[in-house]
T-cell receptor, first 111, second 115 residues
Framework: QQQVKQSPQSLIVQKGGISIINCAYE??????FPWYQQFPGKGPALLIA?????SEKKEGRFTISFNKSAKQFSLHIMDSQPGDSATYFC??????????FGAGTQVVVTP | GAGVSQSPSNKVTEKGKDVELRCDPI?????LYWYRQSLGQGLEFLIY????????KSGLPSDRFSAERTGGSVSTLTIQRTQQEDSAVYLC?????????????FGNGTRLTVT
């Protein structure tokens, strides 16, 4: 049973467009929500993370929006670039530290 | 500084053989995780070590899988009597502290192919 559900499975966006990836969770004990970016042949790398006491966090072109009542969070990639083409994973964990990952979204940014 | 190191980077083995995968975490990191990633799939949790606590083995798919962490540092994931369905990328990650105060740092994985 997947504790973090991620959608879409894949998306194609034109250069300069906005990429949006959504995640939902059930476990209310989760209190840390990171996003990871993975390029082929590499391990995932932390991109940005949020805690549930804030509704939005922005770092450069990447923004996390968090809706605690709906138990949903999303990643927005603004002004998408070909170098952003990668697989993105959302994740969640609680104080125990067992990270649960979404199934991943493959993003392709066309020139 | 050095990141999480995994070896070998690639391993091809015959069905029925045993394999050992090694992970060197970032120095000083107390938590260590193993995940499995099948082609085009997400990250499947396998096992989690935190300091001197008993490991969380709840993700190990069968008793053919085992892992140990010696001296709170290096970890070895062992798969006995490998099967073709074991073919995947095995990722190791470490974090400085337990839980939500520390992000995971991943290695580049070991790609296991069982023929």
């Amino acid at each position: 049973q997947q504790q973090v559900k991620q959608s879409p499975q894949s998306l194609i966006v034109q250069k300069g467009g906005i990429s949006i990836i959504n995640c939902a969770y059930e476990n209310t004990a989760f209190d840390y929500f990171p996003w990871y970016q993975q390029f082929p042949g590499k391990g995932p790398a932390l991109l940005i993370a949020i805690r549930p006491d804030v509704s939005e966090k922005k770092e450069g072109r990447f923004t996390i929006s968090f809706n605690k009542s709906a138990k949903q969070f999303s990643l927005h990639i603004m002004d998408s670039q070909p170098g952003d083409s990668a697989t993105y994973f959302c994740a969640a964990t609680d104080s125990w530290g067992k990270f649960q990952f979404g199934a991943g979204t493959q993003v392709v940014v066309t020139p | 500084g050095a990141g999480v190191s995994q070896s070998p980077s690639n391993k091809v083995t015959e069905k029925g053989k045993d394999v050992e995968l090694r992970c060197d975490p970032i120095s000083g990191h107390t938590a260590l995780y193993w995940y499995r990633q099948s082609l085009g799939q997400g990250l499947e949790f396998l096992i989690y070590f935190q300091g001197n606590s008993a490991p969380d083995k709840s993700g190990l798919p069968s008793d053919r899988f085992s892992a140990e962490r010696t001296g709170g540092s290096v970890s070895t994931l062992t798969i006995q009597r490998t099967q073709q369905e074991d073919s995947a990328v095995y990722l190791c990650a470490s974090s400085l502290l337990q839980g939500h105060n520390s992000p995971l740092h991943f290695g580049n994985g070991t790609r296991l192919t069982v023929t």
